[in-house]
């Protein structure tokens, strides 16, 4: 069993969610705050529609066209969000889901007649973390690098389109390794579990849930043959709820403390 937890096989996949998660956490504390949560669902499955799209237009195997593809893809839908939150905010929950299910079944579509559709669909869905490359490594390291220099140096994007944009990249060079529903965990499940904190800890303490996911999914994962990314998507919400109800314990604790001092 020992065997499994090679960190030749495990370091990579370890890598990317580190990447993942430098850019999602950020991002994904300012989706709930905005009360949007599932943006992050449809804009991941629109990106994910284009690298659909660029595979049967000849892109498959070539990294730089089916990244390209699902940006354009996803910078689109992130564009139309932009617009239905100005012409139609409080709709704008409806449309984001919408979105998602037009997209989706726009895939299950186009690989109707497929013979590995199933097989497509099921990797877009549910990632294939363990066997990142070098490339698609570097590719999310220069994005989510970019991303968290852009929120930092112009804080004016965090806003508007400007949010739109930064969530479209992010969510482009991530979905495509780990997956719809691990690019939705990434986003929601650490922000969900310091949503009640405050402070300069906020952030490091949603980064370590994020990990902790990752780290406990990949090794579950090795340790008994499951699959990744489910692994990591359970991992991480278990981690999440742990922190949530530390917290709930703790706070009474520290408010006791302060009184006495």
Wanted: overall charge neutral; glycine content about 12%; proline content about 4%.
């Amino acid at each position: 069993m020992l065997e499994a937890f090679d960190l030749s096989l495990l370091g990579p996949p370890l890598l990317a969610g580190v990447l993942v998660l430098a850019s999602h956490v950020p991002l994904g504390m300012q989706v709930l705050s905005r009360g949007i949560v599932f943006i992050d669902l449809a804009v991941a499955q629109v990106a994910g529609l284009g690298a659909l799209l660029a595979g049967l237009f000849g892109a498959e195997g070539h990294e730089l066209a089916t990244q390209l593809a699902a940006a354009a893809a996803a910078l689109a839908g992130a564009l139309l969000l932009t617009w239905t939150d100005r012409r139609w905010p409080r709709l704008q929950e409806a449309l984001i889901g919408t979105v998602f299910v037009l997209a989706a079944t726009g895939g299950a579509l186009l690989l109707a007649g497929s013979p590995h559709g199933s097989e497509h669909l099921r990797d877009l869905l549910v990632g294939q973390v363990l066997w990142v490359g070098s490339e698609q490594l570097a590719v999310m390291a220069v994005v989510s690098l970019a991303v968290l220099a852009l929120r930092r140096g112009r804080p004016a994007l965090r806003e508007g389109v400007g949010f739109y944009v930064l969530f479209a990249l992010a969510v482009t060079a991530s979905v495509q390794v780990v997956g719809v529903f691990l690019v939705f965990s990434c986003l929601i499940l650490p922000a969900l579990a310091v949503h009640g904190a405050g402070g300069r800890w906020r952030v490091p303490l949603a980064l370590a849930v994020g990990l902790a996911g990752f780290v406990g999914g990949l090794a579950g994962a090795a340790a008994f043959d499951l699959p990744a990314g489910p692994a990591i998507v359970w991992s991480m919400a278990a981690a999440a709820a742990t922190l949530a109800v530390l917290q709930g314990r703790l706070r009474p604790l520290a408010g006791t403390i302060e009184e006495m001092s």
